[in-house]
């Protein structure tokens, strides 16, 4: 009965899988005036190393150079930081959502169904929001700034700025300097000049000398903030429709964990321009605002008050 449905790789003549369940084994040999219970079958599967399965995405797309070198970099400035007391924060902007009636994937207990759209039509929707997220290492502890507007480097540089005068700075009172674990693309790209002359303006801002340090291309998912906030804040999300965003602030401050994660959240509601342009004194004098790192300097520089 296996033999007509189990497919393999060519490639991994190790590996095999089939669609069939230990249920449906045994339905079908009942029809062969077979009685075999689930318990069996699955033994039988245990036998053939077939078991429950789901796809990892651990296929790397495309081998980027100097991936491992920039990964120890990275390794090497935390370790430096964490030791030292300094703070250390894993930022990026989750996916956008729409305000609305709409269906949202995930379950959760209630006494009665909740109705939603059929449609998820954007012309429906209520608005967009933007939900930007910084975790710090050391602390356990997230901010998610939820923008009603667009995703650019000033609206990055200001939920820094909210968050360290808000907390970080009574926090670490201390801290002179810290690191920055981005992505290599989006609000905080590695290529853009106007990310790095927001952040000049920053460390100027807050009087702190601000050291990032970026993820190669196709290895965002290895950014602390994925799997260590962003993960927990999609499962707090899930099965509850985003009528407005209000909703959406109270399901992000549930957010939380065993291990002591807690999320502080602000709503920011300022209007950001899209396609802003460095200075021309910054192009002309870019060396006198950011410093480079000797290796790998496309992913590595900071910037001093």
């Known amino acids: ?37 689930e318990y069996t079958v699955n033994k039988v599967y245990d036998e053939l190393h077939l078991g429950v399965r789901q796809m990892s995405k651990l296929e790397t797309m495309k081998e980027v150079e100097n991936r491992d070198e920039q990964f120890r970099h990275i390794a090497v400035l935390r370790a430096a930081f964490l030791g030292a007391g300094l703070p250390v924060l894993s930022m990026d902007t989750k996916k956008k959502e729409q305000l609305g009636n709409f269906f949202r994937p995930g379950k959760g207990y209630g006494s009665t169904p909740l109705k939603v759209y059929d449609h998820d039509f954007v012309s429906f929707s209520e608005g967009c929001v933007v ?67 927001d952040l000049y303006r920053l460390s100027k801002a807050l009087g702190v000398t601000i050291v990032v340090a970026h993820y190669p291309p196709y290895c965002s998912k290895w950014n602390p903030i994925e799997h ?13 429709p985003f009528l407005n965003i209000q909703i959406v602030k109270e399901l992000t401050q549930e957010t939380s964990t065993s291990t002591g994660l807690s999320v502080k959240v602000r709503v920011n509601q300022k209007k950001y321009l899209t396609q802003r342009k460095a200075p021309d004194d910054f192009f002309i004098n870019k060396d006198n605002y950011v410093k480079f790192s000797e290796n790998l300097s496309n992913w590595n520089y900071w910037f001093t008050p």
């Open 1 to 37: 009965m296996l033999d007509s449905t189990i497919a393999g790789n060519p490639q991994q003549p190790d590996v095999a899988w089939t669609h069939l369940s230990a249920g449906e084994i045994s339905r079908r040999l009942e029809h062969q005036v077979i009685q075999v219970s």
């Open 131 to 197: 939900p930007h997220g910084l975790y710090d290492e050391e602390k356990n502890r997230g901010y998610i700034s939820l923008g009603l507007s667009k995703d650019t480097s000033e609206f990055m540089l200001d939920n820094i700025f909210y968050w360290w005068k808000e907390e970080l700075q009574w926090v670490y009172p201390e801290a002179k300097a810290m690191l920055l674990l981005c992505d290599g693309g989006g609000s905080n790209g590695s290529r853009n000049h106007i990310v790095k002359h």
């Open 228 to 240: 260590r906030l962003f993960s927990e804040l999609t499962r707090a999300w899930q099965g509850q």
